[in-house]
């Protein structure tokens, strides 16, 4: 009898568990009604049956199974706001590998995934083993009946769904993994197909002109993490503001002109390749399917439109340092990544080469090219999990990096860093104004009226670090010493200055390859 309910129980316990991310503590059913069927029916079953078992241990691996999506689940909301979806997010599983290894170290990070597995491989077997051995006789055979009946008839009258604490908990969650999976795949169809299309002069595979840019050096620079929750939110909002504010006064000091507006961005918390890939191809990539699909196409992008114009193409990707074939597809005619930048400082942290130094870079590349310059930048001092957070240093002192030796060393214990939320609240403001700082100084200095920067951000911080699960709007600016490029932007919904508006609904990443054609492209000119 104390074995038929120990049963009942644990295999309650592990089925109302898989619903723990979806709903929370508050509203997570007391009772899983497939679990008293289940158990009611095993419990009835003739032991010595071959079915028996296997329905057992079947049984017993798909709530293992379950656990294992319910942990998944709670990272990604950790991560990414959003919930688990398996149709996607099992090929991300060698790179989650990888931040755990380059994170947490080789040794904690085997022994962490060790434990998981080995876990999840006892409650599997230990499940099933209760399973198979449930009594048959006397008092659980009774409760056996009355669980099955009591069981079968709420879920066959539907009445459950009206009680609270009942609830499927297991059923419902691999049930929404399989709907995700059918909209994913149909969502991914749709975007083949736009893929396909030829609709208008922007899916031409050689990419279109812009004119109105021909002799402007542009910069499209991503910061990351940089979200709007940096700029509205405590603690972050007051270095990040107060940052902003220095900007726009030095900017007006050096007679520049600049634009502010809001964006959303296809990824929250991470993958910021997807936020590239949209504004680069002004589709929606969201899902790393989607940008698979896009580099096996041969889809024109901003790059294929700026080589049409006359431009050099450069990606300054200091977070690059093994082989990179989407560089190659995309066609960069340079790709300075962490080799290629020449970085002889101090790897500060996680965020490895400061983003002043690829500035500093970046203008000596601006230096050695006749033709105007696209220049794409994937800037990391921004990054979780925000140590050391550095000053900006004087220009002339950066050379090959080694400047940066007085803060060699910190931020190096990633295991206790990472798990300190508290901590990573308070130096995300501070690190993010860095980021802004010495991207507002290479623009005081180095922008021009043949030059048109615009500053981004890739996506909000984690939700996990925030606090709370943000939209997905990041700021975006434009700078130029050329008012005459900045003044259709303002015309079409941006805002004078270095504070985006809230008057008017944020743009999709997807429209800003469109609204540069639309502003400098053949049409406007």
């Not at 507006?261 to 936020?275: C, D, V, Y």
């Not at 230096?367 to 979780?384: C, G, K, Q, V, Y």
Request: charged content about 20%; overall charge negative; hydrophobic content about 45%.
């Amino acid at each position: 009898m104390v074995r038929w309910w120990l049963t009942l129980l644990l295999v309650n316990a592990a089925l109302i568990a898989t619903a723990l991310p979806r709903l929370g503590s508050a509203a997570m059913p007391w009772l899983a009604l497939e679990g008293l069927i289940l158990v009611g029916v095993l419990s009835l079953w003739p032991r010595q049956r071959l079915a028996r078992r296997l329905l057992s241990y079947g049984s017993a691996v798909l709530i293992v199974l379950a656990l294992a999506c319910a942990l998944g689940d709670a990272i990604t909301q950790e991560i990414q706001g959003r919930p688990l979806n398996l149709y996607l997010d099992a090929s991300q599983v060698p790179i989650l590998l990888e931040l755990l290894r380059d994170n947490l170290g080789l040794p904690v990070s085997i022994a962490l995934v060790a434990a998981t597995l080995l876990a999840l491989l006892v409650i599997g077997l230990g499940l099933g083993r209760l399973l198979v051995s449930l009594p048959r006789h006397g008092a659980p055979r009774r409760c056996a009946w009355s669980t099955l009946v009591i069981g079968a008839g709420l879920a066959l009258l539907g009445l459950w769904r009206d009680m609270a604490p009942i609830g499927t908990p297991g059923i419902t969650l691999l049930t929404e993994q399989a709907t995700r999976a059918y909209e994913t795949r149909a969502s991914l169809r749709d975007f083949d197909a736009r893929l396909s299309m030829r609709e208008s002069p922007l899916d031409a595979p050689g990419g279109q002109p812009l004119p109105g840019l021909a002799k402007t050096d542009v910069i499209l620079a991503f910061v990351e993490s940089y979200g709007m929750a940096a700029l509205e939110r405590a603690p972050f909002a007051g270095p990040v503001n107060a940052r902003l504010d220095a900007m726009a006064e030095a900017f007006a000091q050096a007679g520049l002109s600049v634009a502010s507006g809001r964006i959303t961005s296809p990824t929250l918390g991470g993958q910021s390749r997807l936020a590239h890939a949209s504004v680069l191809s002004g589709l929606w990539v969201n899902s790393p399917l989607r940008y698979a699909r896009l580099l096996e196409s041969p889809r024109a992008t901003l790059i294929d439109d700026f080589e049409r114009t006359g431009h050099t193409s450069v990606a300054m990707m200091p977070a690059i340092y093994r082989d990179w074939p989407a560089g190659r597809r995309l066609g960069y005619d340079e790709i300075h990544d962490d080799a290629r930048l020449d970085y002889r400082g101090p790897r500060l942290g996680w965020v490895t080469i400061p983003d002043q130094f690829v500035w500093h870079r970046l203008r000596q590349v601006r230096r050695e090219h006749r033709n105007p310059l696209f220049a794409e930048l994937a800037l990391i001092s921004s990054h979780a999990p925000w140590v050391p957070v550095i000053e900006p240093l004087p220009w002339d002192a950066l050379d090959d990096g080694h400047a940066f030796t007085r803060w060699e060393g910190e931020g190096s214990d990633f295991l206790e860093l990472w798990g300190d939320n508290d901590g990573m609240r308070q130096r995300y403001g501070p690190a993010l104004a860095y980021s802004l700082a010495v991207a507002g100084e290479y623009a005081a200095r180095y922008v021009n009226d043949e030059t048109l920067m615009i500053l981004l951000g890739d996506h909000q911080a984690a939700p996990g670090m925030l606090g709370f699960t943000p939209d997905r709007e990041v700021p975006v600016h434009v700078i130029s010493g050329d008012p005459d490029l900045i003044a259709p932007l303002l015309e079409h919904g941006f805002q004078h200055g270095m504070q985006p508006s809230h008057d008017k609904p944020a743009r999709s990443m997807a429209e800003l390859r469109g609204l540069l054609h639309r502003l400098y492209g053949v049409e406007a000119n």
